[in-house]
């Protein structure tokens, strides 16, 4: 995910465009360099790691974008996005959530227990994650180029940088499975599951990723020379393809009518996340007041509530409800979701920017290996199912975080594994 940039040495002055990792997911996925778990990005989905700059990237430089109601954080007009660094901290927690707490939402057994409620508000509640770590993502990559690069040399840095934790990543799921799992690959088993983007859980969005950098330098020329308006229309045609092939795969699964429209492969996922891409960079300088913040949090309460429900009712309602109004990462409830959650981290998340930096930049190794350790613990905790109590679910999610990012901090640190991490 793309690293956040980091704050400039002069009192006051907004943070400087740095590379990172790929987006978790969530986003980051995922810059997510974006990713997510059942996800993930962003982004920041999202380096190479998906999602974002890293340290040492020139600052970006602003072309103007729509709807900026001040400059909070910076001066001499350079805007901070400090605030996006606990963002995409907060959006690999909810990728590491989702994953967590999956089995134990899934488990017939347990169904309108305390565990399994706390389990789907959880899961359901965090469906933002790596559409937001996909935002983050294009916040970060899609203004104006640094001084002399060319699509060239954009492509020379930031594809070499998500190079290796793709394959590393890759080969570690495959390692792992073999291990842990009595997987017997064949030549034509791994190529066809990196085909499809299934080699494990959440790889997917490493190509997801890949794709929307390559889309990188074509956008950035639209929005740097194109009106607010023009915009504004062609991020909610990208955002209304995104939920068109979601609606009509979904139709077409429903009415048995064939093969899905868009089957999203690696070479395919990114084209329904476009949308998200641009949104982040059309809404990375929109600053609410505090009266729209708390209007825009009643909102997303009301939204993830809803998409609660539907999860959870589901078996009740008709399958043509699901088609119409998607419960899922592309569907227009966790569109409006990734927006509001995206404006809110303006202004609330703005302080401790050295600290959520730090975090920020161990966002790309906690999204590789969390679903190792959930593994891990899952069975040293006695719960290979998923936990089915509230202190087993708080145990799983609390440990698979902590071991996480010690392991991260930890890789950091040692030569060439810290490329991947």
Not at 22 to 49: K, N
Not at 385 to 398: F, H, I, N, R, S
Request: net charge positive; charged share 15%.
């Amino acid at each position: 995910m793309p690293r956040l940039p980091r704050r400039t040495a002069a009192a006051g002055h907004g943070d400087t465009a740095v590379t990172v990792p790929v987006e978790t997911g969530a986003a980051a996925d995922q810059d997510t360099d974006a990713t997510p778990g059942p996800t993930p990005a962003a982004a920041s989905v999202p380096d190479p790691r998906p999602g974002g700059p890293r340290a040492g990237d020139a600052p970006a430089k602003s072309a103007a974008p729509p709807g900026r109601a001040e400059n909070p954080g910076g001066s001499g007009g350079r805007p901070s996005y400090a605030h996006l660094s606990w963002l995409r901290v907060i959006a690999i927690v909810a990728v590491v959530a989702i994953h967590t707490t999956g089995m134990t939402m899934t488990d017939a057994g347990l169904r309108g227990s305390a565990v399994w409620w706390t389990a789907a508000i959880v899961n359901v509640g965090s469906t933002w994650a790596v559409p937001v770590f996909v935002m983050i993502s294009g916040a970060l990559l899609l203004g104006p180029a640094r001084d002399g690069e060319d699509a060239v040399g954009f492509y020379r840095r930031r594809l070499a940088r998500i190079a290796v934790p793709l394959v590393f990543w890759h080969a570690f799921y495959i390692a792992f499975k073999m291990w842990v799992k009595d997987y017997r690959p064949t030549v034509e088993k791994v190529v066809g599951d990196l085909l499809l983007a299934k080699t494990y859980t959440a790889l997917y969005f490493f190509w997801l990723i890949l794709g929307l950098y390559l889309l990188v330098p074509v956008l950035r020329l639209f929005l740097a020379h194109a009106s607010a308006r023009d915009r504004l229309l062609v991020t909610g045609i990208a955002l209304a393809f995104g939920l068109g092939v979601q609606i009509t795969n979904a139709y077409i699964n429903v009415r048995q009518l064939g093969g899905p429209a868009l089957r999203l492969t690696a070479p395919t996922y990114f084209l329904p996340y476009i949308g998200y891409f641009m949104l982040g960079y059309v809404l990375r300088d929109v600053v609410l007041t505090a009266r729209q913040r708390l209007v825009a949090a009643l909102v997303l309460l009301l939204v993830l509530t809803e998409l609660v429900w539907q999860h959870t009712h589901a078996a009740d309602l008709p399958l043509d409800f699901a088609v119409a109004l998607p419960p899922n990462t592309l569907g227009a409830a966790a569109a409006l979701s990734s927006a509001l959650v995206f404006l809110l981290a303006r202004g609330t998340l703005d302080r401790g920017g050295r600290v959520g930096r730090a975090a920020s930049d161990r966002v790309l190794g906690v999204f590789g290996c969390h679903l190792a350790v959930l593994y891990g613990l899952q069975r040293w905790f006695g719960m290979p199912d998923g936990a089915t109590t509230l202190p087993g679910l708080a145990l799983l999610l609390g440990g698979t975080l902590a071991a996480s990012f010690a392991i991260s901090f930890a890789a950091s640190k040692v030569p060439l594994l810290n490329r991947a991490f």
